[in-house]
């Protein structure tokens, strides 16, 4: 299971770090994905990490502004959202997926319920 938290109502200009927790013993099998959706959108992809943190992408949208990390020994993965924008505002899902290469599709094996951030202008 993942539980993501760490939403909110924020500014423009704000940052929010989003975490999400996993459940079970084999969390550094999996690689790690954030995606968003907005309101009327497909769910698109934010960033994504390797099984040990050394492969990280992200989407052209995003990158120079969040950046994605992850503590295997806390089972969680992290999501740093600095100089936030409106056109962030999306529900914010973490996912998994039990590979060795990391993936910027929405083809994840398990999903977290999302976290809502809102960014106000």
């Known amino acids: 299971q993942l539980q993501a938290s760490g939403g909110g109502l924020v500014q423009a200009g704000d940052s929010l770090r989003l975490s999400c927790a996993a459940s079970?013993?084999?969390?550094?099998?999996?690689?790690m994905g954030w995606f968003r959706q907005a309101p009327g959108k497909e769910r698109e992809f934010v960033a994504a990490i390797g099984r040990i943190g050394g492969d990280r992408y992200y989407a052209d949208s995003v990158k120079g502004r969040f950046t994605v990390s992850r503590n295997n020994a806390r089972n969680t993965v992290y999501l740093q959202m600095n100089s936030l924008k409106p056109e962030d505002t999306a529900v914010y899902y973490c996912?998994?997926?039990?590979?060795?290469?990391?993936?910027?599709?929405?083809?994840?094996?398990?999903w977290g319920q999302g976290t809502q951030v809102t960014v106000s202008s």
């Open positions: 996912a998994a997926r039990a590979s060795m290469v990391v993936i910027t599709t929405v083809n994840y094996d398990y």
């Open positions: 079970g013993r084999t969390f550094s099998s999996y690689i």
